[in-house]
């Protein structure tokens, strides 16, 4: 499996839950390239993409859903594993070295699953991005520069415990050297301009960009 171009930006659909797909179209659109794991793969005939990988253990994949894919590359993995799909494929997807990954579908009707790909979002910060119809995710452990528009609404909340050291440019209610933790979280701050700037010490940094106002 060492014959997946090497790509800046890569779109991977998860099996997450999809209420609207032609919501969905316009922000998938534009990748360089996409890998569907296990179930996602009925999303991407759904939105109209072709994935260069299929990875999972393929428990979700209906075999005359791979037969409309002739090119697909699979990436099988066991059912009995330590690890879940997607995290499987961000795993193999990392030692490519993309520029960034978005995972798109990633939230579905278990609560588990959704906070387990919060915390992935973790292993990678700065990296791996998760995309919601309402929402782009990501965390920050170092800095990060994020583009915005004035009014956007933004959210900041510490991951695996304390985040300290936090400083920002861009926002409403700026920090500055401060720390959130869980008895104080950065919920519904706003953009001010084009950009915001984040920067942070020791911890990860969850981040939530509203994008629909």
């Not at 797909?21 to 996409?34: E, F, I, R, S, T």
């Not at 990296?127 to 583009?147: M, S």
Request: net charge negative; with cysteine; aromatic share 8%.
């Amino acid at each position: 499996m060492q014959d997946i171009i090497t790509v800046e930006k890569v779109a991977v659909i998860a099996n997450g839950a999809v209420e609207d797909y032609d919501q969905m179209l316009p922000a998938v659109k534009g990748y360089d390239q996409y890998i569907a794991v296990d179930g996602g793969l009925n999303h991407c005939a759904a939105l109209g993409v072709t994935p260069l990988f299929l990875v999972g253990d393929m428990d979700s994949v209906d075999p005359d859903m791979k037969k409309k894919f002739p090119q697909l590359k699979e990436l099988k993995f066991e059912r009995d594993k330590d690890a879940t799909d997607l995290e499987l494929a961000l795993e193999f997807l990392i030692k490519k070295e993309p520029k960034s990954i978005t995972i798109f579908a990633g939230f579905g009707d278990r609560v588990d699953h959704s906070l387990a790909n919060l915390i992935l979002l973790t292993r990678y910060p700065g990296k791996v991005f998760l995309e919601t119809a309402t929402e782009i995710l990501g965390v920050i452990n170092k800095q990060l520069e994020l583009e915005t528009h004035a009014g956007q609404t933004f959210s900041l909340l510490p991951m695996n415990g304390p985040v300290f050291g936090i400083t920002t440019d861009g926002l409403k209610w700026e920090l500055k050297e401060d720390y959130l933790d869980k008895s104080f979280v950065g919920i519904s701050n706003e953009a001010t301009g084009k950009s915001i700037l984040v920067t942070v010490k020791t911890g990860d940094l969850l981040f939530s960009i509203h994008k629909n106002n």
